[in-house]
C-alpha cells in the first residue's frame, strides 16, 4: 500500500449484554483480530444499544468489562485498534438524534430485527426498540467507515445506514462515507449442542447447549457429554446427523483437523468416545484464551484505563463529523 494512502476503516459493535460463547470467537472474534493487520479498526461496546431491552445495572456494568476484556484476550490490540464503549462517546447519541428526523416510521418498522424484538418482548416495545438501527447507522458514519463486518442478521441495519448516508449526502452535500457491508468467509457455524439445528445464542433459552468462553473445563466436558446426538452409531459429517456434524465441527475448530481426517480417525468408535475426545480438544483450544482473559480481567484499572484512552480517540473522529453535519444542517455556530 502507498504510505500516504490511509488505511480503509472498519468499524463493528458488540452488545455487552452476556458472556460470550464459541462461535463468538471463531466467527466474529477472529475475524476482528485479522482486520488489525489490513485496516484501521474501531470496536465498540455498544451500552446504548444494550438497554433497549432491559439490563440489571451492576450486569451491564460487569459486562462492559468482561466484553473488554474478551476483545483483548482474543487478540484486539489496544495499540493497534481503537477500542471504547459507545455510551463514552456522547456523539453517538447526538448524531442518532439527528438521523431520526431524517429516517421515516415506515422504515424502521419494517426492520425484521424490530418486529422479532418486540415479538419477544412485549411488554417493552419501546422506542429505542424501534430507533435502534437508528443509533447503528450513528455508530458507523460517524467514523466514516468504509467497511462494517455484520452478520447476516445485521444487514438490514447496514442497508438502512446507507439509505440515511446518501439521503443525507444528497440533501446537503458530501458529508458521510457510504459503507459496504463486509461479509467475512464464514467460518464453520456452531449449533447449539441441546438443538443441533439452531445456532448457538448467548439468549438461547436452553444454556446447557451453550459453550461460553469462560466456562470451566469441567462445565465444557459435561455440555459437550450430554450433547444431543442422531440415532445410529457412526461420526459422519452429514445433514441427517446435525448432532454429530455440529460435534466435528467443534474437533474441526478445535484441532484445526480436516474434516474427512476427523471421520476417518473415528471410524468405527462410538459416540461416547468421540465424545471424549471432542470436549478434551475444545477444553485445550480454549485454554490459553481462558489465562489471557482471567489474567486481563483480573485488572479493572488498566482495562478502565484503555477504555478511557479509547474513548478520547473515539471522540476526536466522531467530534469532527458530528461538527459537520450540525454545521449543514443549520444549527448556529458560535
Ligand atoms: N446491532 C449489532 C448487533 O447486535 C451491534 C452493533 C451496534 C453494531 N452498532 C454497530 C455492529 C455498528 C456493527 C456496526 O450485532
Not at 466467527?27 to 451500552?47: H, K, M, P, S
Not at 484486539?76 to 464503549?85: G, L, N, T, W, Y
Not at 452478520?151 to 457510504?178: I, M
Amino acid at each position: 500500500m502507498d504510505a500516504n494512502q490511509k488505511k480503509k476503516v472498519i468499524l463493528s459493535g458488540m452488545q455487552p449484554t452476556g458472556g460470550l460463547h464459541i462461535g463468538h470467537l471463531t466467527g466474529a472474534l477472529r475475524n476482528w483480530v485479522e482486520f488489525q493487520d489490513e485496516f484501521e479498526c474501531y470496536y465498540t461496546i455498544v451500552d446504548l444499544h444494550a438497554i433497549t431491552v432491559r439490563q440489571e445495572p451492576a450486569s451491564l456494568r460487569r459486562w462492559t468489562l468482561d466484553l473488554a476484556a474478551t476483545f483483548l484476550a482474543c487478540g484486539i490490540d489496544p495499540e493497534r485498534s481503537h477500542i471504547f464503549v459507545q455510551s463514552h462517546v456522547p456523539e453517538h447519541t447526538q448524531l442518532a438524534w439527528v438521523l431520526n428526523c431524517f429516517t421515516g416510521m415506515g422504515e424502521c418498522s419494517r426492520m425484521t430485527q424490530f418486529k422479532d424484538k418486540s415479538q419477544k418482548y412485549p411488554e417493552n416495545v419501546n422506542v429505542g426498540l424501534f430507533a435502534y438501527p437508528i443509533l447503528m447507522a450513528a455508530d458507523i458514519l460517524l467514523y466514516q467507515a468504509d467497511l462494517v463486518p455484520v452478520g447476516a442478521d445485521q444487514k438490514q441495519h447496514l442497508e438502512l445506514t446507507r439509505n440515511l448516508a446518501e439521503r443525507f449526502n444528497h440533501q446537503y452535500s458530501e458529508t458521510f462515507k457510504v459503507p459496504e457491508p463486509y461479509i467475512p468467509k464464514v467460518g464453520a457455524k456452531i449449533m447449539n449442542l441441546q438443538n443441533p439445528t439452531k445456532k448457538m445464542s448467548k439468549s438461547d433459552e436452553n444454556l446447557s447447549g451453550v459453550l461460553f468462553l469462560i466456562d470451566d473445563d469441567a462445565q465444557i466436558a459435561n455440555k459437550i457429554k450430554r450433547a444431543v446426538t442422531d440415532s445410529g452409531n457412526e461420526i459422519l459429517y452429514r445433514e441427517d446427523k446435525p448432532g454429530i456434524s455440529n460435534l466435528i465441527t467443534l474437533f474441526h475448530i478445535a484441532t484445526n483437523k480436516p474434516i474427512p481426517e476427523i471421520e476417518q480417525e473415528f471410524n468405527g468408535k462410538g459416540y461416547g468416545e468421540f465424545k471424549k475426545a471432542v470436549a478434551e480438544a475444545v477444553v485445550e483450544f480454549l485454554r490459553p484464551f481462558k489465562m489471557r482473559y482471567k489474567e486481563i480481567r483480573a485488572n479493572e484499572d488498566f482495562l478502565k484505563e484503555l477504555l478511557k484512552k479509547g474513548a478520547e480517540v473515539a471522540r476526536k473522529v466522531a467530534g469532527k463529523t458530528l461538527q459537520k453535519v450540525y454545521r449543514k444542517i443549520g444549527f448556529l455556530q458560535l
